[in-house]
């Protein structure tokens, strides 16, 4: 495949905390343009503080960063229009409402108010949130906000897509809400990078599939190549043996405590 083709090049990069926690120790991967490629692993693995240097949310200790061939230490900005994001951490403005959070987001990009407007009516339907688009967010609910938050997102109609566990702590209508726009949006041309550990969410949705563990990444490939390269018969096993972490620990919990509740007090 040419480079050209790669419209994310990751190499060594890593990540060291202060305090000294090595929670990211030399990834190297190519993300094609137009490719859902997803970041499985066990909680801790990394997979977080991977993409938020990516989106330079989290500063790098080392390696490099390329994203449609712009460095992400010299041309940061050119790099902010093509992507979009949507993280674990989500800060809302509790006082604004679903429409004029999505509206700022839209000056913001210097986005034509007539497309701003076009592009508010489009994903407030895409992610169901069209009732209470006037509501303020405090009273928004943990699915409200993580389907808010897949909308702000896309705004500005990015060309590349960063999630981090994008249905971490939703129903399973939301769930499947959420992957089929992503299927969509993929299918569209926008290249997806995700995180999850959920297994079925992964073979579900992804064309290429790393999986991550203590900072590195365990094995990567297709889900047919990673099937045959570990002579496995699902990817659950493949999980099994190339992080020793046991699956079942990692199941979907529909009664998990929500995860934005604490925000909301
Ligand atoms: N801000 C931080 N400061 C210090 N250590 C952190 C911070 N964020 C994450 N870590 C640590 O880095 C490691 C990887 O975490 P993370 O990237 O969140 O993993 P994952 O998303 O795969 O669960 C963990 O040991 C975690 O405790
Ligand atoms: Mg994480």
Redesign the pocket.
Known sequence: MSQENQIIQVRNLA?T???G????RGVSFDVREGEFFG?L????????????MMVNL?KKTSGTIKIDGFDLDSHASEIYSRIGFAM?EIGLDETATAREMLELHGRLYHMPKAKIQDQIAKLLKLVELEKVADRYASTYSGGMRRRFDLALSLIHEPRILFL??PTQGLDPHARQLIWNHLRELNKAGMTVFL?T?FMDEAETLCERIAI?DK?QIVTMGTPAELLEKHEAKNLEEIFLKTTGSNLADEEVNLNAPDPYARRRG
């Open positions: 990540k905390y202060p305090g926690t090595e929670a990211v970041f692993g066990p909680n801790g693995a990394g997979k977080s503080t991977t993409i938020n989290v674990q981090d566990e995180t550990h991550m900072g």
